[in-house]
C-alpha cells in the first residue's frame, strides 16, 4: 500500500506532455503515429515537438497562456498538440467548419497568445478572422510554411523547472456547444489529465492499446484517451478523419473509442475489424441490443461504457463487460481518485433504490470554467464530505446544472461489484459507488 501511494504522488508531480517524454526515451524508435499509410517514430514526434514547443516560448508562450489550434488531422496536429504542451501554453482546438460567430467569441474568451493552422481549411478560416486576429494582436503560425523558422532549434526536451511549468498549469481547454446559452470554456489542467491517463493505463493492457484508432475531433474529450493513453503507454495512434472511415478503409486496430451510434452503423455494415479487441463506448446511452450485436457480430473480447463530464476529464465511471459475462446495465463504479455521490436537494446523500443529483469530487474536477466566475462557483463546489479525495482543487465537488432534469438509481446488489444503474446522465438512480484509488 505504502508503495502504491508513493507511485501516486510522484505521478501527481508529472505534467501531461513528460508521460509522453519518458516513453519516447524508453522506445524512440517504435511507431507513435501511423497516418496516412506512413508511421513516425516515438522519437521522431519528440524531437519535432521539442522544436516547435522553442519557437512558441520565443513567442511568448508560457504557463496558463492558450495556443488556438485549428489543423487537419494529420501528424502536423499531434506535434503541434504535444509542442504547446511542452512550451507550458494549453491547447484550445478550433474548427474550421463552426460558424463565423463562434468562432470570433472562442477567440475573444480564450485570448490565444498564438494560433497555429495547418491545412486548406485552416489556412481559410485564418484568412476570414484575420481583422479579429489583428486587433486581438494575435500571430498566426502555418506550420506547413513556417516549419523552417524552428527546424534549427534543440530538439532535446525541455525541462518543466526552466518553463516553471507546474502540474496546476492548465492543458487544454475544451469549449461546450453552448446549446444552452454561452459556450463554456472548460479549463483542464495537467495534473487532471495526468491522474486520468494514469488510471486508463493500469485498466486497458498494452495489448489492446497497441493501434488505438483516434478517430474524435479534437475540439470534443474523447480524443484525450485516443490519444495520450496510447502515447503514454507504448502503443501506437492510428490516425483517420473520423470513425466512419472504417466503412471504406479498413484498419488494422485494436481498440475503438466512440459513441454508441457510430458504433451501430459499424456494426450494421460489418465494418468493425477483427483485429479489434476492445471497443469504449461513451457520449451516449448504450443499448443492451447494441452490445449484444456487437459480441454476436464482431470478435470484440470487451466493450467498455463509459461515462463523464467534460468538467470532469473525460471520464468519471465506468464498467468493463468481457464478452463472457455479457451487457451490465449500468454505469459502473468510479475511476481512480474519484467519488461518485447521489444527493437530494438538501445536500444529502440518497438512500439505495432513491433518485438523486449526481455528484462527482476527486483529481478529474476541473479548475473550472474561463472567465465565467460566477457559474465556476455554482457548478464546482466546496466538498466537505467525509471521505472525500484530498489535496488542493480535489476538494471541491462538480455539481449538476440548474436545469438537470436526467435521472439514475442506487441500489445494491448481494456479491457483486457496485455501480450507477441507470441512464448515464446528471440525476442518477443507482446503488452505492465507491471510488477507486
Partial sequence: MASQEAATNSRAKLCLHRLFELQAARTPHRTAVHCKDRDFSYGELNRQANQLARHLR?????????????????????????????A???????????PRERLCFL????????????????????????????????????LEESAPLWAQESDADLSAADI???????????????????????????????NFVHWASECFSAAELARTLFS?????????????????????????????????SAQNVTLINTVPSVAQVLID??????????INLAGERLKQSLAEQIFVRSAVRRICNLYGPSETTTYSTWVSMPRAEGFKAHIGRAIANTR?????????????GSVGEIYIAGQGVARGYLNQPALTAERFLPNGRSGAIPAGRTSRILGPPRSSSQSARISHRAGRDRGVFGRARRRARSRRVGSRR
Wanted: some cysteine; overall charge negative; hydrophobic content about 45%.
Fill in 107 to 142: 477567440l475573444a474568451d480564450s485570448a490565444p497568445r498564438v494560433l497555429l493552422c495547418h491545412g486548406p481549411a485552416a489556412q481559410s478560416m485564418m484568412k476570414q478572422l484575420s481583422g479579429d486576429l489583428e486587433s486581438q494582436a494575435t500571430p498566426a503560425i502555418v
Fill in 58 to 86: 520565443r513567442l511568448g508562450v508560457k504557463p496558463d497562456l492558450r495556443v488556438a489550434l485549428c489543423a487537419e488531422r494529420s501528424f502536423e496536429m499531434v506535434v503541434a498538440m504535444l509542442a504547446v504542451l511542452k
Fill in 164 to 194: 516553471a511549468l507546474a502540474p496546476e498549469h492548465l492543458a487544454y481547454l475544451i469549449y461546450t456547444s453552448g446549446s444552452t446559452g454561452r459556450p463554456k470554456g472548460v479549463a483542464i489542467e495537467h495534473r487532471n489529465a495526468v
Fill in 340 to 352: 461518485i455521490y447521489l444527493l437530494d436537494s438538501s445536500g444529502n446523500e440518497v438512500p439505495a
Fill in 88 to 98: 507550458g501554453g494549453a491547447y484550445m482546438p478550433l474548427d474550421p467548419a463552426y
Fill in 269 to 278: 455494415a460489418g465494418r468493425i475489424p477483427s483485429t479489434v479487441e476492445t
Fill in 216 to 248: 474524435t475531433s479534437i475540439n470534443f474529450d474523447l480524443h484525450v484517451f485516443e490519444l495520450f493513453v496510447p502515447l503514454c503507454k507504448g502503443g501506437s495512434v492510428v490516425l483517420v478523419g473520423n470513425a466512419l472511415e472504417l466503412l471504406h
